[in-house]
């Protein structure tokens, strides 16, 4: 069997981390900023949950305030186009002085 090594240049300086990053393309940092917004969601919404289901080893403190998560948690969702909010529909008009014609 012939071995095949690869001979390194020389003259070739090692890449930095910044050169490695500009070589990238528009595509690669789509998928890794996709993958970054998604990993933000699954920990606020893990920190939301644990808020709210009793752990048998998990001891809760009292009355936690979850704030800061549930708007990390609502700002990564309306990135993908989600959003948390409940709006319910109106069948009455809100001033009953006005009317369609």
Known sequence: MEQ???KEDPNETPKNFLAK???NTEDELQIIGTFVRLGVVVW???IITLNYV???MFKKSAGGD???PASIFTGALATFGLST???KSNSKPSDPKKKEE
């Open 85 to 87: 909010s409940n709006n």
């Open 21 to 23: 990053v500009k070589e």
């Open 54 to 56: 009793e752990l048998p």
């Open 44 to 46: 606020s919404g893990f």
């Open 4 to 6: 095949i090594t690869k």
């Open 66 to 68: 979850i704030t800061f």
